[in-house]
């Protein structure tokens, strides 16, 4: 008999301090639960400046073998998804090396030092049945530490519906998932013999799924072992349009792990147990 599916929690929100930076009751919420929401973050105009850089680059999608564009064949709407724009689009370079998004990443992190790993643009159009599975972000990766986070900022109205899920306080859980492709279609070459993730919603325990509607220039900021999923976009009218960057902190080191990882990209002259700083991987702060 299948579970009952569990209820959505509300996150509470914050927002900066005068100063720009997230208070100690923020930072808290991220040690605790795995993921914080702040609210106001963004003025509309870096907003504004990463919906010009997504149009770019969905228009030079056909080009790059990193894009992937997942749909049904009755719908009319796509879930187009993107990586290391910053590279080729001056738009996302200026985002992450001159907005607020380092320092804010830097301090919720409790870090002194910050590496820029790679950022990764989810566009959900209208009628968009596709979704993001259940996963963390470490198991796709080539990375050791705990100082890792991503730092999830929206250009849309995102209500409930099409909220991202999160399963709170997951990121101090020990058991290792495998990854698991954002493509239905396709695997992942040579994973671990770790299991896949189950249907949170849907499994029996104590733990809370959570979520935090968004405005534009809201962001969410969650730790790499944190448990997170989205819905389609079932919505008539509404994108659903985010950007993610993802920050190292000081005790990241170069995890040299036998399975495909995604991103495919591991840098350049990177050892084992080593440092992640490279030209692609560079120190921001």
């Given at each position: 008999m299948k579970t009952e599916k569990k209820q959505l929690i509300e996150?509470?929100?914050?927002?900066l301090n005068s100063h720009g930076i997230p208070e100690d009751n923020a930072i808290r919420a991220y040690d605790t639960d795995g993921i914080v929401c702040l609210r106001k973050v963004f003025e509309p105009s870096w907003i504004e400046m990463l919906e010009e850089g997504m149009e770019i680059a969905i228009n030079k999608g056909a080009d790059?073998?990193?894009?992937?564009?997942?749909?049904?064949?009755?719908?009319?709407?796509?879930?187009?998804?993107?990586?290391?724009?910053?590279?080729?689009i001056d738009h996302f370079r200026k985002f992450v090396f001159e907005s607020p998004v380092a320092d804010i990443a830097m301090n919720i992190m409790r870090s002194t030092n910050l590496l820029f790993y790679f950022d990764f643009m989810l566009v959900k159009e209208p009628g968009t049945s596709a979704k993001t599975p259940?996963?963390?972000?470490?198991a796709y990766w080539p990375v050791a530490g705990s100082k890792i986070?991503?730092?999830?900022?929206?250009?849309d109205e995102i209500p409930k519906e099409t909220a991202l899920r999160f399963v709170r306080g997951s990121h101090l859980w020990e058991e290792p998932f495998r990854a698991v492709h954002f493509d239905p279609t396709t695997n992942y070459a040579n994973l671990p013999d770790n299991p896949e993730p189950p249907e949170w919603e849907f499994e029996p325990g104590e733990h809370e799924i959570v979520y935090a509607p968004l405005s534009p220039g809201d962001c969410?900021?969650?730790?790499?072992?944190?448990?997170?999923s989205a819905p389609g976009n079932s919505l008539k009218s509404t994108r659903r349009r985010a950007?993610?960057?993802?920050?190292?902190?000081?005790?990241?080191t170069y995890n040299n792990k036998p399975q495909e990882t995604d991103p495919p990209y591991r840098g350049e002259g990177l050892v084992h147990g080593g440092s992640m700083e490279c030209e692609s991987f560079p120190k921001v702060r």
């Open positions: 996150l509470p929100s914050f927002e790059r073998e990193s894009v992937f564009r997942i749909t049904e064949s009755e719908e009319s709407g796509i879930f187009f998804y993107d990586t290391f724009m910053w590279k080729h259940w996963h963390y972000d470490e986070c991503n730092f999830w900022v929206t250009l969410l900021i969650f730790n790499r072992r944190t448990m997170h950007l993610a960057t993802h920050w190292f902190g000081d005790d990241v």
